[in-house]
T-cell receptor
Framework: NAGVMQNPRHLVRRRGQEARLRCSPMKGHSHVYWYRQLPEEGLKFMVYLQKENIIDESGMPKERFSAEFPKEGPSILRIQQVVRGDSAAYFC??????????????FGEGSRLTVL | AQSVTQLDSQVPVFEEAPVELRCNYSSSVSVYLFWYVQYPNQGLQLLLKYLSGSTLVKGINGFEAEFNKSQTSFHLRKPSVHISDTAEYFCAVKETSGSRLTFGEGTQLTVNP
């Protein structure tokens, strides 16, 4: 049973370019979460999605950032017109259909974005 | 809203010594509590979790944690650490009625020979 798969693991972009990060949840999981980890800091919640629905995006920056989890395919975190401050590790996590009962989230290995 | 405070950002210890990583949380409702470990350039791996029942929770790699409701703490302990335990440790909290985890800032545990 494959875990949470994220790609690319490493991504380099120049300022002003777009970054797309993909996340495939664990088999049987229908909830996806994105977290950002800035250098030397903890993980900050960004967005929580179910298939075709954004449930909670209270942690998403108001501009340039968007996320989706389509009916088919992986969840995608999109960052437009990247700036140096976007350089971070972006982690995806997934949970089964009843996260309130099971508690934990299962994390991917992360995508490390470097903006030059 | 809930919050988590990890009281030590860095904890250096010698191999085979005991260690305690401290975590306090704040929430107005019931919570679940977690400890995750992150090795360099990797994702987060669950060490242990408290959902209900016994307040002493045992996890992987010989770690354990005790939930103390009156002190709103969930400290992580290991009686004898190994070099391989060197990693970043994150305490996290989730409201029992919610879905998202809130993390502390992390504690870097460094085990020296």
């Amino acid at each position: 049973n494959a875990g949470v798969m994220q790609n690319p693991r490493h991504l380099v972009r120049r300022r002003g370019q777009e970054a797309r990060l993909r996340c495939s949840p664990m088999k049987g999981h229908s909830h996806v979460y994105w977290y950002r980890q800035l250098p030397e800091e903890g993980l900050k919640f960004m967005v929580y999605l179910q298939k075709e629905n954004i449930i909670d995006e209270s942690g998403m920056p108001k501009e340039r950032f968007s996320a989706e989890f389509p009916k088919e395919g992986p969840s995608i975190l999109r960052i437009q017109q990247v700036v140096r401050g976007d350089s971070a590790a972006y982690f995806c996590a997934s949970s089964p259909p009843n996260p309130r009962e099971t508690g934990e989230l299962f994390f991917g290995e992360g995508s490390r974005l470097t903006v030059l | 809203a809930q919050s988590v405070t990890q009281l030590d950002s860095q904890v250096p210890v010698f191999e085979e010594a005991p260690v305690e990583l401290r975590c306090n949380y704040s929430s107005s409702v019931s919570v679940y509590l977690f400890w995750y470990v992150q090795y360099p350039n990797q994702g987060l791996q669950l060490l242990l979790k408290y959902l209900s029942g016994s307040t002493l929770v045992k996890g992987i790699n010989g770690f354990e944690a005790e939930f103390n409701k009156s002190q709103t703490s969930f400290h992580l302990r290991k009686p004898s650490v190994h070099i391989s335990d060197t990693a970043e440790y994150f305490c996290a909290v989730k409201e029992t009625s919610g879905s998202r985890l809130t993390f502390g800032e992390g504690t870097q545990l460094t085990v020296n020979p």
